[in-house]
């Protein structure tokens, strides 16, 4: 088929998707557009202290007028505060602490053993079910989860009877899709908490009110069921029938569990089992009452690390203390672009707070919408949508940074390396859909 012929057959959505990843194949790393937009903000700032702009701030009474960055004003600012916006951003000490205790239980093999686990066996009529909610709960295990989870699912789906492709879009779109949803608190939980604490202070600044990790916990329990139903059906009814039946063979399976690997799952559920209890009887007992939320990050800290140690003691993956630390060490390593994103968003953060843009923005748009009568009900559900639409980008934005960044070594390779398919996965079956 001409190319001319296949951009004539798109659909209105296709060149919609298609237009949005070429405007953001277009934009520089995460850190340099975070540079960027500091030094947009920082003339913004200029602009609207120079113009004298000032808004009243509702909750205060008092007003709120733009700080100039290019000012003796704004260079002290800038000298005393580049340090305590990088150490300061709560996103930081947040993911890397819990990225600490998660990697135990990833570097282990816990992660994968589970996967494998719960992925044997599956009755055919589920299997879409279950693979959607696998990759919905899988992102605890943050970017692994699309890499490891699509071959599984393929392998899954090949072990039924059915396209292995279809296989891996499922796995990958609940790995996606349903990315910040889950059972459990992850690590994009506590990075949700960072932002969501740091536009409250931004706003007001004298406040003790605090979002926790676990503030939206119900919304995120509920997702993982609803991601899982709405994947899974769309699949059965929209994708399988444009591939029809699948006529390759079926000899690949998922790797077995190692019987010190079913010793170390089960050693690391009677972990869970009694952390969980002893922090039940301190929290009613009286200790942890009025610090459970509080403390929610070094609880799940110690759950995560106890359970990866002793799965992984327990399977002999971790023989010692030096491969614990070597464990750790190489969560760490791949931590740098997130510490280097850090440093710059703290940076633009710091600045936008500084230059109280933030509250000029919210003071200015909540009066607008006053003023139009776009209040209630139909504002929230206006601001949902386009929270959904922003997020398209959001996501087209990063795959494309993770394309470009990509190296054909270490986790982004491990998926790969691990589960090859037989070449039967690509073979055509009848009436596969020219994509």
Same mark, same amino acid.
Request: hydrophobic residues 50%; charged residues 10%; contains cysteine.
């Given at each position: ?38 030094l947009f903000v920082a003339v913004i700032g200029a ?36 340090v305590k916006n990088f150490t300061g951003f709560a *996103? ?57 989870? *699509? ?99 079926? +000899? ?41 939320l509080k403390g929610m990050i070094p609880i799940l ?106 190296? +054909? ?27």
């Open positions: 088929m001409s190319k001319e012929n296949t951009a004539a057959n798109k659909s209105w959505v296709d060149k919609m998707i298609g237009g949005i990843e070429a405007v953001c194949n277009k934009l520089p790393p995460p850190a340099i557009l975070f540079c960027v937009l500091f602009i609207f202290s120079i113009a004298g702009v000032s808004l009243v701030n509702p909750s205060t009474g008092e007003a709120v007028v733009a700080a100039n960055l290019f000012s003796t004003e704004g260079l002290h600012w800038f000298l005393t505060s580049m *996103p930081l000490g947040l993911v890397i602490t819990m990225t600490l205790a998660i990697g135990l239980c990833e570097e282990s093999g816990m992660l994968i053993a589970l996967l494998n686990t719960a992925l044997k066996n599956v009755p055919a009529t589920l299997v879409p079910y279950v693979i959607a909610f696998v990759g919905t709960v899988g992102n605890i295990a943050s970017d692994t989860a699309m890499v490891v989870i *699509p071959p599984l699912a393929a392998l899954v789906y090949m072990g039924v009877g059915k396209h292995p492709v279809i296989g891996m879009m499922v796995g990958y779109a609940g790995a996606q899709a349903g990315f910040t949803a889950n059972l459990m608190i992850a690590g994009t939980d506590t990075l949700l908490q960072g932002l969501t604490n740091d536009a409250i202070l931004s706003f007001l600044p004298d406040t003790t009110f605090a979002v926790d990790a676990a503030c939206n916990w119900y919304f995120m329990i509920a997702s993982t069921f609803l991601c899982s139903l709405v994947i899974g059906t769309v699949s059965i009814k929209l994708i399988e029938p444009r591939f029809g039946k699948y006529e390759g063979s079926a +000899d690949s399976k998922i790797d077995e569990v190692t019987a010190d690997q079913k010793k170390g799952l089960r050693a690391a559920g009677i972990t869970a089992v009694v952390y969980i209890a002893l922090v039940a009887a301190l929290y009613y007992g009286g200790p942890l009452k009025g610090m459970f800290f110690c759950l995560f690390s106890l359970c990866g140690l002793a799965f992984g003691y327990t399977s002999k993956a971790y023989k010692n203390v030096v491969d614990v630390n070597k464990a750790m060490t190489r969560q760490m390593s791949a931590m740098g672009s997130y510490v280097l994103f850090c440093f710059f968003c703290g940076q633009f953060q710091g600045l936008f707070n500084w230059t109280k843009l933030g509250t000029m923005l919210a003071i200015a748009g909540a009066d607008f919408f006053e003023s139009i009568g776009f209040t209630g009900i139909p504002l929230c559900v206006a601001f949902i949508v386009l929270c959904a639409f922003v997020n398209i980008f959001i996501s087209r934005y990063a795959g494309a940074y993770r394309r470009r960044t990509r190296t +054909d070594t270490g986790d982004n390779a491990y998926g790969a390396r691990r589960y090859r398919l037989p070449p039967s996965a690509s073979a055509p079956c009848s009436s596969q859909p020219a994509w």
